[in-house]
Structures are given as structure tokens and as C-alpha cells.
């Protein structure tokens, strides 16, 4: 699965839900500040990642979605659990 496709996607789905008006997406558009996200489009957001790609970063406690500023830190934080998660995955099979 295509990460940074994913984020997009979920991204455009919440604006769309919030009635948020977009600008070009680039890796670097900050979520709240460019993108007019609040707190709570965040959290719809990251839930709707979760149920797509089927893990929760934010499960470990060093992670935290404060942080979470552009595009990219996503991509970059789900790709990390993905990653992670893929050898627990694959030994349970």
C-alpha cells in the first residue's frame, strides 16, 4: 500500500466530511496551519488512517500526535508502524 496515497486520501475524506476547503497537497502542507485542520479533524484523520491501514502509531507512547505537523510526519509515523508490524504479521502466519 501506497502511504503517502493513503494519508491523501483519508486527508481529503475528513476535508471533505468538515466541509474544509484544500489547497494543493504537498508533503510539506502543515495540517493545521495550511490545511485548517483543528484537533478534532486530527483525530478523525488519524482514525480513519488506523482503520485503512490497520495500525495505531500512536499506540506506542513515544509517539505523539502533537507532533504530527505536515503531510510527511504522517507518512513517516504510519510507515514506521507499518514496518513494524509487518514481522509480527509474518510469523504469525
Known amino acids: 500500500m501506497d502511504i503517502q496515497h493513503a494519508v491523501e486520501k483519508a486527508i481529503r475524506d475528513v476535508a471533505d466530511e468538515w466541509d474544509l476547503a484544500l489547497p494543493p497537497l504537498r508533503p510539506d502542507s502543515e495540517l493545521v496551519d495550511e490545511l485548517g485542520f483543528s484537533s ?3 483525530v ?3 482514525m480513519n488512517l488506523e482503520e485503512e ?3 495505531d502509531p ?3 507512547r513515544s509517539v505523539m ?3 504530527m505537523r505536515t ?3 504522517l507518512c513517516d509515523v504510519y510507515g514506521r508502524a ?3 508490524a509487518a514481522p509480527a504479521s509474518a510469523a504469525s502466519i
Open 44 to 46: 478523525s484523520l488519524t
Open 65 to 67: 500526535l502533537t507532533a
Open 71 to 73: 503531510i510527511q510526519d
Open 82 to 84: 507499518l514496518a513494524a
Open 53 to 55: 491501514l490497520g495500525v
Open 58 to 60: 500512536f499506540a506506542d
Open 40 to 42: 478534532m479533524t486530527v
